[in-house]
């Protein structure tokens, strides 16, 4: 059975930094392109980072330059770096991997 697990979010102040975490279960973190998703209430969720199989990363511009994507295949996890945090950064954060998606843990940044 494949689980996702994230952790690491809380509340922030601006400007403020946090590193989220996704410890993956029952599925291999070195087969699939894995991703940083987040969703604030009323709105679609919406991919924030990726990272693929061979370790390519690619980041939306909103976080470019922000926010680092980097996996640890002896902890079957990946993380998300954010810096320069700001309010709109405000949401759930979620981890994917080949259609499973974790819980999702939640990030506030105030202002």
């Known amino acids: 059975q494949v689980h996702l697990v994230e952790s690491g979010g809380g509340l922030v102040q601006t400007g403020g930094s946090l590193t989220l975490s996704c410890v993956a279960s029952g599925i291999s973190i070195r087969d699939f392109t894995m991703d940083w998703y987040r969703q604030v209430p009323g709105k679609q969720r919406e991919s924030v980072a990726t990272?693929?199989?061979?370790?390519?990363?690619d980041y939306r511009p909103f976080v470019k330059g922000r926010f680092t994507i980097s996996r640890d295949d002896a902890k079957t996890a990946i993380y998300l770096q954010m810096h320069s945090l700001e309010p709109e950064d405000t949401a759930v954060y979620y981890c994917?991997?080949?259609?499973?998606w974790g819980q999702g843990t939640k990030v506030t940044v105030s202002s």
């Open positions: 994917h991997e080949a259609g499973f």
């Open positions: 990272i693929t199989s061979i370790g390519s990363t």
